[in-house]
Structure formats: C-alpha cells, structure tokens
C-alpha cells in the first residue's frame, strides 16, 4: 500500500493518480446511478376529477367522523385516527405538541371524565395531493364543555395531512394555530 502523507496525498505519484482515478469512476457511477433512478421512475399519477372528488368527500367524511367523535367524547376511538407513523407531527401553536399518535392517546386520556369537546369547521378546503393522500385546511372555533356546563373555548386555522391506511384516513401531520394580538 502507498505511504499516505499528512495531508492526504499520497507520496507515491502514481498510486496517488490511482486513487484519484478510483474515486473519479465511483463519482461516475453515483451519478449515473441517480440519472438512472430519476429517468426509471414512474411519474406521480394524476389524479382523474371523479378520483380527486372522491378523495375531497371521503376527507370531510373523515372530519365529520372526527368532529362526532370528539363531540362524544369517544376518546379511543378518535385516537385511532391519529397514524402510528414514526414520522407523525402535530404542531400547535409554533411548537412541535404531540411527536406520536401515543403522546395524542395520553393527551386525551387526560381529559376529565363529562368532557366534551365541540368543534365547528369553516371554509373548509380539502386538497387531494394524489392516491390516499389528502391535505385539508379550515377555520375552526372549539369549545370545551365539562360535566357541570362550565365551558371556554378557542378558534383559529388547522391544517391536517390525511393518508389513507388500511384501516381508513388517518392524520399523519397537522397544525393548528390561534390569531395571536399583534401590536401597532
């Protein structure tokens, strides 16, 4: 093997040429590989109107289903519809509130028993992005209503990214955000 110097040259002119060769064939060939990759892959699907319509109503069926569940306080069931995806975010406010669908279980297990919690959507948007994958943004205004009638509530803009799993839509991201004061 050529004696390598400090600097990482070699001191062997010609063993460094070598090297030097070798690591230019394998740039080559990383190249090709990706050129090779991007020119073999399908291009994304469009979607046809009657697919991206249903895509659209089978979403606000989703929150519908969502809105129901939270108005029930079916807090099990509303927290399968948050996806077990490693990579599942949902921020709220600026900052990163919930990085799984468990920190969304325990969130809801917290809440007191007699709770409901009523959310009315507006301007709903849904956004068919392509096969099984939905974005939607809205308005909403929440309300908390416990046991005793005492509530309090909040609004503001959500946006949820819905993939649809085996066992139907679920929110792999979201975001809600309330309007915050702002000054002169």
């Given at each position: 093997?050529?004696?390598?110097?400090?600097?990482?040259?070699?001191?062997?002119?010609?063993a460094?040429?070598?090297?030097?060769?070798?690591?230019?064939?394998?740039?080559?060939?990383?190249?090709?590989?990706?050129?090779?990759?991007?020119?073999?892959a399908?291009p994304?699907a469009?979607l046809s109107a009657?697919?991206?319509?249903a895509?659209?109503d089978s979403?606000?069926?989703?929150l519908?289903?969502?809105?129901?569940?939270?108005?029930?306080?079916?807090?099990d069931?509303?927290?399968?519809?948050?996806?077990?995806?490693?990579?599942?975010?949902?921020?709220e406010?600026?900052?990163?509130?919930?990085?799984?669908a468990?920190a969304?279980?325990?969130?809801?297990s917290?809440?007191p028993?007699?709770?409901?919690?009523?959310?009315?959507?507006?301007?709903?948007?849904?956004?068919p992005?392509?096969?099984?994958?939905?974005?939607?943004?809205?308005?909403?205004?929440?309300?908390f209503?416990?046991?005793?009638?005492?509530?309090?509530g909040?609004?503001?803009?959500i946006?949820m990214?819905?993939?649809?799993?085996r066992?139907?839509?679920?929110?792999?991201?979201?975001?809600?955000s309330?309007?915050?004061?702002?000054?002169?």
């Amino acid at each position: 093997m050529p004696l390598r110097l400090n600097s990482g040259r070699y001191a062997d002119a010609e063993a460094s040429n070598l090297y030097e060769e070798r690591q230019m064939q394998a740039r080559q060939a990383a190249i090709l590989i990706v050129l090779g990759s991007v020119a073999c892959a399908q291009p994304r699907a469009e979607l046809s109107a009657e697919h991206a319509a249903a895509i659209a109503d089978s979403a606000r069926v989703f929150l519908a289903d969502f809105t129901r569940l939270s108005e029930n306080a079916q807090w099990d069931s509303l927290a399968a519809l948050y996806s077990e995806r490693a990579d599942f975010r949902f921020v709220e406010s600026g900052e990163v509130r919930y990085a799984s669908a468990a920190a969304i279980r325990t969130a809801l297990s917290a809440v007191p028993v007699g709770t409901r919690i009523k959310t009315a959507y507006t301007d709903v948007v849904v956004q068919p992005l392509g096969p099984g994958v939905a974005g939607v943004a809205a308005q909403f205004a929440t309300q908390f209503v416990d046991s005793a009638g005492v509530s309090f509530g909040f609004s503001g803009a959500i946006t949820m990214t819905l993939q649809h799993e085996r066992a139907g839509w679920r929110i792999v991201a979201g975001h809600s955000s309330a309007p915050v004061p702002r000054g002169p």
